[in-house]
């Protein structure tokens, strides 16, 4: 019986090694590969010229070395990248890349849609499909790291479509590899998942034994305001949520982001700053104050300039850092919660 293929970028380091192991190679060889992977960026088995030819159509006949397959691009006046790939099955997926003065930035998706279904976000609109490999996270990551042209590409933060958090095991697996020196090679400090709350996966990030960055959107400041913006709120509540974050600050060191989505009228309201003010009293956190960008399936309104900043200096005054964040590839439908999953 053929066994379906796995694709290369599939295979953990230690995977690698014991497949090389396997076919009476020795364990180098897998620094060698990760290396044309990773790093000088191989397209295919026979790139990689360091290799023995024998080797090379060993590989070629065992594994997959799929491609990132780019269906359309826009770039944005500010000069964000928006990239949609065309997966294996058809399905697609956006992927946005973000220069800075001094970084760039790739924002990845890691699920075909979405399930959590957030009022006021683009991605879970179509609704579901399925997980995105590992492979498939890297591959976005590696056609960025190709495209990013005056700075290298620095920081990745997983905000694009879909919960990471609900598609765990492909994540981390993607991310041993990017934060290995042997692969991608970003530090965790430097990666961000964003996720809208799932509490147990929050745990077990927790105990995985990196220090990666954590935002979390919160986009309510009680029960009742979270309830009618994100129905996981339901599943698992902002009391028990807002513990899960202690308890990643304090097992990883790291200082927790939230997200706060402002909505004229609905989320930037002189009692949520109340609100919010006693739930995070105390604790060791900033938040990141979202302009709601405009999506058309929802009625609300992005507010004033003068009633966000406002909102910001009544948090600050309650002892909340807090940000706006700018909007950037608004143009090109880019900014957050505007990327979309699409099926051919
Ligand atoms: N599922 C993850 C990853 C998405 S990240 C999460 O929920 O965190 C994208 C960020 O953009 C999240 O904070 C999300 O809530 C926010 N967002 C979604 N729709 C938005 C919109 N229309 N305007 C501004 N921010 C939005």
Not at 42 to 67: G, I, K, P, W
Not at 159 to 187: F, Q, W
Not at 221 to 226: A, I
Request: proline letters at 3%; one cysteine or more.
């Amino acid at each position: 019986m053929d066994k379906i293929k796995s694709d290369i970028r599939e295979l953990s380091f230690e995977e690698l090694v014991s497949y090389l192991n396997e076919i009476g190679e020795p364990a180098y060889r897998a620094n060698q590969i990760f290396e044309w992977l990773y790093q000088k960026g191989a397209s295919r088995f026979n790139q990689m010229t360091n290799l023995s030819q024998a080797l090379r159509d060993r590989l070629a006949s065992d594994l997959l070395f799929s491609e990132a397959v780019v269906a359309h691009e826009d770039v944005s006046n500010d000069q964000t990248r928006k990239v949609l790939f065309e997966l294996q099955d058809k399905e697609r997926v956006e992927t946005v890349l973000i220069p800075t003065k001094t970084r760039a930035t790739v924002c990845v998706s890691t699920q075909a849609g979405c399930k959590f279904g957030c009022r006021f976000c683009a991605s879970g609109i179509g609704g579901w499909n399925r997980n995105l490999t590992a492979a498939e996270i890297l591959n976005q990551i590696l056609y960025m790291k190709k495209a990013a042209s005056v700075h290298p590409l620095s920081h990745l933060v997983f905000m694009g479509v879909g919960e990471p958090l609900d598609n765990y095991d492909n994540l981390i697996k993607a991310i041993r590899v990017i934060n290995s020196k042997k692969g991608i090679n970003i530090g965790a400090r430097r990666i961000t998942i964003s996720t809208c709350g799932v509490v147990p996966k929050i745990k077990k990030l927790a105990q995985e034994g990196l220090q990666i960055e954590l935002a979390v959107s919160l986009h309510g400041s009680s029960n009742e305001s979270r309830n009618v913006l994100m129905p996981v709120n339901k599943k698992y509540p902002v009391d028990e949520l807002i513990a899960a974050c202690k308890e990643y600050g304090q097992a990883t060191k790291r200082q927790i982001t939230f997200e706060y989505i402002l909505i004229k009228g609905v989320t930037c309201t002189d009692q949520a700053a109340k609100e919010l003010g006693h739930l995070l009293k105390g604790m060791l956190c900033k938040m990141n104050l979202i302009p709601y960008n405009p999506v058309s399936e929802f009625d609300h309104k992005t507010p004033t300039s003068e009633e966000m900043v406002s909102f910001r200096d009544r948090l600050e005054k309650l002892g909340i850092h807090a940000t706006i964040r700018t909007p950037r590839g608004k143009d090109i439908n880019s900014a957050c919660g505007q990327l979309r999953h699409s099926v051919k």
